[in-house]
């Protein structure tokens, strides 16, 4: 069975600095989709970034950035610039790859502070 | 677009009482699930379901039953209620994969607090 592991129950980043959150995952699959979901205080789960397997370059957007590494099966998440907005409990999420695969296997999550 | 909501937002229940939890998507969507979210647990997959007609069980499927009559709705019933599924439940829908169609990416409702007393 697939598993993903949030080593990190809670991180802490100065406005404006970086911050990285760590996610390690098993499987024995070679197909499959890596996520960072965000969720603030509002509850809502919000897709931060999507990661597909088969690709070398790690995905990106505007301030989040991944860091895939995928033989240590590895998928850190990169936040720069961190604001205010950027508080939340942070999920690393995983999927199995092809057609039919919907299950979404989640970490605990990071909660994430950020300080003025 | 609303996306995905769901209703009701809060609900109290004494044990033993039922309910129905009702999560609506105007995104087309074929692809529906139910997840429970616990302190400490992450979200984990109750049922889900593949289209209009279909349901299936998923990690933690027991004391909850599941339909989907209309496309765009997904329901979630808790016959008798019972202090363990006391919890935040996520309804979240996604498209078939298809070739010329982002796949996989799951779009969250708002969450439902449940207590059960």
């Known amino acids: 069975a697939q598993t993903v592991t949030q080593s990190q129950p809670e991180m802490s980043v100065q406005e404006a600095e970086t911050v990285t959150l760590s996610c390690t995952y098993d499987?024995?699959?070679?197909?499959?989709?890596l996520f960072w979901y965000k969720q603030p205080p509002s509850r809502q789960m919000i897709l931060v970034i999507r990661?597909?397997?088969?690709?070398?370059q790690n995905a990106t957007e505007n301030r989040f950035s991944v860091n895939f590494q995928k033989a240590a099966k590895s998928f850190s998440l990169k936040i720069s610039d961190s604001q205010l907005g950027d508080a939340a409990m942070y999920f690393c999420?995983?999927?199995?790859?092809?057609?039919?695969?919907?299950?979404?296997?989640f970490g605990k999550g990071t909660l994430l502070t950020v300080n003025p | 677009n609303a996306g995905v909501t769901q209703t009701p937002k809060f609900r109290v229940l004494k044990t033993g009482q039922s309910m129905t939890l009702l999560c609506a998507q105007d995104?087309?969507?074929?692809?529906m699930y139910w997840y429970r979210q616990d302190p400490g647990m992450g979200l984990r997959l109750i049922h889900y379901?593949?289209?209009?007609?279909?349901?299936a069980k998923g990690e933690v499927p027991d004391g909850y039953n599941v339909s989907r009559l209309k496309k765009q709705n997904f329901l979630l019933g808790l016959e008798s209620a019972a202090p363990s599924q006391t919890s935040v439940y996520f309804c979240?829908?996604?498209?078939?994969?298809?070739?010329?169609?982002?796949?996989?990416?799951?779009?969250f409702g708002p969450g439902t607090r449940l207590t059960v007393l």
């Open positions: 979240a829908s996604s498209y078939f994969p298809r070739l010329a169609v982002p796949t996989d990416t799951q779009y």
């Open positions: 499987t024995s699959e070679s197909d499959y989709y």
């Open positions: 990661q597909e397997a088969y690709k070398q």
């Open positions: 999420a995983y999927r199995r790859g092809g057609g039919s695969n919907y299950k979404l296997t």
């Open positions: 995104m087309n969507h074929e692809y």
């Open positions: 379901s593949v289209g209009e007609g279909t349901t």
